[in-house]
Nanobody
């Protein structure tokens, strides 16, 4: 059974940082063969892609709204993907979801990030 378990969310003030982690287990193929991504969703809105990273070579892609502030990375030895979020803004408030994709598509349960003064 595939599991993606996110952690690291919380309540922070504008300008502060958070680091999200997502640990994968149960993948049929090796973790490094999966494209890993972070999405976020606000109630009443569609889930949007925040950042993604290819399995090998580490090629990354970011939404324009987070480029320069967020960094996605992965540790294939630990089956883990990270999202370092700096200079957080109130509009970054959302539930953040980890996604793993190869031919299948897997989701974590989500972790809440709230940016508020």
């Amino acid at each position: 059974q595939v599991q993606l378990v996110e952690s690291g969310g919380g309540l922070v003030q504008p300008g502060e940082s958070l680091r999200l982690s997502c640990v994968a287990s149960g993948f049929i193929f090796t973790f490094s063969s999966y494209t890993m991504s972070w999405y976020r969703q606000i109630p009443g809105k569609e889930r949007e892609l925040v950042a993604s990273i290819l399995g090998r070579g580490g090629i990354t892609n970011y939404a324009g709204s987070v480029k320069g502030r967020f960094t996605i990375s992965r540790d294939n030895a630990k089956d883990t993907v990270y999202l370092q979020m700096n200079s957080l803004k109130p509009e970054d408030t959302a539930v953040y979801y980890c996604n793993g994709r190869r031919t299948e598509n897997y989701w974590g349960q989500g972790t809440q990030v709230t940016v508020s003064s």
